[in-house]
């Protein structure tokens, strides 16, 4: 007890380090910040000796020094930070889902630093909807009667939901109740919309009737959910979004389809599995779809929710909208990125989400083999870096089950081990995210753009160094 208190009284005084420090540092830097950081760092250590995991102090007051201003200048950096994706997953959720090509950067740029017309109708003079800049284009690319964009796709469901069926019935599958990463599960999500579930079927199978059973004057809507990120495989049975309209017309009542990615492309063309497209569930009657702006479209986050001309208009009349709506950042690059898809060859090579799903194994192999001469060639780096074939990942939940075929360098880990050294990818001023597999590091090139590669480069031959060094 009495060596904890010893350690508390030891601890720096905020004032007594403030006078110590660089005095170039208040230069370059807000007082605000400095003291902050110091103050948050003594924190820390207070709280490890209470918990009892630190019992030693650093001696010197150059380590006091060196420690608060590492923590000054971190305080300092920005917190969102560009990294490197070396983890093949193209879609990835915690790194930020899809990239924006240069046009859709450009209107950012626009966006942010002019005024714009965001609900200004030019022509009229008058005020305009901020929606208008993109339903247009939504609809002649999917053939849906009219559009509207939210949030994101959770803001999309919801909105939805609370429009067509609040304190009313929506019917779903039990197969279909999923959750999506980031705690958004049907159910839940369900209730808070004010939809009363009615759960039908069985986890692996439901079939028409079960749907037509439970259907009475109280319902709402009939709801189809895409199981994203799971597959029940064996003994299965789906309803399709087509028999569904057919019930749904018989009734009268309305059918949703939450797709999730909801792509604009067949990808099937490209070796990636067969999913329905967004025009596919248009056609077949299904009255409103809701999909993902980040997600295969390769957009910025969004919900897009389109259907006939009466559900959206309900929808853009609903007050929650206000709350869910899209700013003009989102509309700027939305618009610039579904303009690309007018002419699919184009998007396919602008839009960089669908650029590397579709990207060759070939061309990803002869990417690997510049790197690898580049550094010195193949001979020189055996014992450090290999080129190899690996398998990249769709991710954002879509197409789950499938690989594609892709190249990899994959890189020893010497003394300091695979978590060691992927530690130290990670401290980089630019970290690199990589996988590890079988005690290698694997850095897989499919998600490495061509203007990284420089970048990447650089921080290869930091770690060709690192490795000579022990
Ligand atoms: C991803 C997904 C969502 C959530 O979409 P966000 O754009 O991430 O909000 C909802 N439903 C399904 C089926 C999904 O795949």
Redesign the pocket.
Known sequence: MSEQNNLLRSLPKIDVVLDKLEKSLYERLPLTIIKSAIRDTIAIFRQGILAGVISELPGSPDEWDSIFVKAIEKKNSPNLRRVLNGTGVVIH?NLGRSLLGQNSIDALQTAGAHYTNLEFDITTGKRGSRYSLVEEIICDLTGAEAAIVVN??????LLALNTLSFQRETIVSRGQL?E?G?S?RIPDVMERSGATMIEVGATNRTHLFDYEKVIEETTALLLK?????FRVIGFTSEVSAAELVTLGKKHNVPVME????GSLIDLSSWGLPKEPTVQEIVKAGVDVV?F????LLGGP???IIVGTKDIIARIKSNPMNRALRIDKFTLASLETVLREYYDTKQALKSVPTLYMLTCEPESIKKKGQRIIRRLGGATKLKNHIQLQPTVSRVG???MPEHGLDSWALALQPGDIGASGLERWFRSLSVPLILRIEDDKMIVDLRTILEEDIPLLLGILKSYLQKGQSH
């Open positions: 959720t994101n796709n959770a803001a999309a469901v999923v999506i980031g958004f959910v895409h199981t994203s990120n939450d797709l999730g990615s809701t993902s702006g980040d997600k986050q969004a919900g954002g939940g879509a």
